[in-house]
T-cell receptor, first 113, second 113 residues
Framework: DVKVTQSSRYLVKRTGEKVFLECVQDMDHENMFWYRQDPGLGLRLIYF???????EKGDIPEGYSVSREKKERFSLILESASTNQTSMYLC????????????FGPGTRLLVL | DQQVKQNSPSLSVQEGRISILNCDYTNSMFDYFLWYKKYPAEGPTFLIS?????DKNEDGRFTVFLNKSAKHLSLHIVPSQPGDSAVYFC????????????FGPGTRLSVLP
């Protein structure tokens, strides 16, 4: 059974703080993804990674960066948190190039004050 | 402009009846479609998928129909159960989009006992 875990379920941060969101998967998946979920907008892709050290911008990368130093771990970084980054953040992983389903973590609800 | 649309933000259905959730897409290159279900405070979980070479896929109480000419797909749940109450996301992918998924905004289904 695939397991994707995220380091925090809830986070409260101040504007301007640097925020790290960690994601770990245990199924040796090459591909990993970060989304944010907002009401009425669904899931929007922030960044993704096809393999270690690789990263690609998604649809809304502004204000975010990522790090993939190990295959099982994909980190999302908010360099200077802003209130419009208050959202639910979801990490996902999958096997590459199969078109098959992604497996999601439980999400991190981030509140930026 | 959203490439994947779910025009009904919410839907209420009586237990035992059929639930029909609709999804429209604009990109004719999409060739693989999925439905995810999401409970509050949990990540989305894969429900059912369909390839563009088919027009129907069935899995137990869940059936997805694809009408390529209308760029429309629908998810039928029969019979609906209270445990089906969740947010349902439609997603689409295309080989020329690196097979990353584009998600719709979601429909909140409430199944009333």
């Amino acid at each position: 059974d695939v397991k994707v875990t995220q380091s925090s379920r809830y986070l409260v941060k101040r504007t301007g703080e640097k925020v790290f969101l960690e994601c770990v998967q245990d199924m040796d998946h090459e591909n990993m993804f970060w989304y944010r979920q907002d009401p009425g907008l669904g899931l929007r892709l922030i960044y993704f990674s096809y393999d270690v050290k690789m990263k690609e911008k998604g649809d809304i990368p502004e204000g975010y960066s990522v790090s993939r130093e190990k295959k099982e771990r994909f980190s999302l970084i908010l360099e200077s948190a802003s209130t419009n980054q208050t959202s639910m953040y979801l990490c996902a992983s999958r096997l590459p190039l199969t078109g098959e389903t992604q497996y999601f973590g439980p999400g991190t609800r981030l509140l930026v004050l | 402009d959203q490439q994947v649309k779910q025009n009904s933000p919410s839907l209420s259905v009586q237990e035992g009846r059929i639930s029909i959730l609709n999804c429209d897409y604009t990109n004719s290159m999409f060739d693989y479609f999925l439905w995810y279900k999401k409970y509050p405070a949990e990540g989305p979980t894969f429900l059912i998928s369909i390839s563009s070479i088919k027009d129907k896929n069935e899995d137990g109480r869940f059936t997805v129909f694809l009408n390529k000419s209308a760029k429309h797909l629908s998810l039928h749940i029969v019979p609906s159960q209270p445990g089906d109450s969740a947010v349902y996301f439609c997603a689409a992918s295309a080989k020329n989009y690196g097979q990353n998924f584009v998600f719709g905004p979601g429909t909140r289904l409430s199944v009333l006992p």
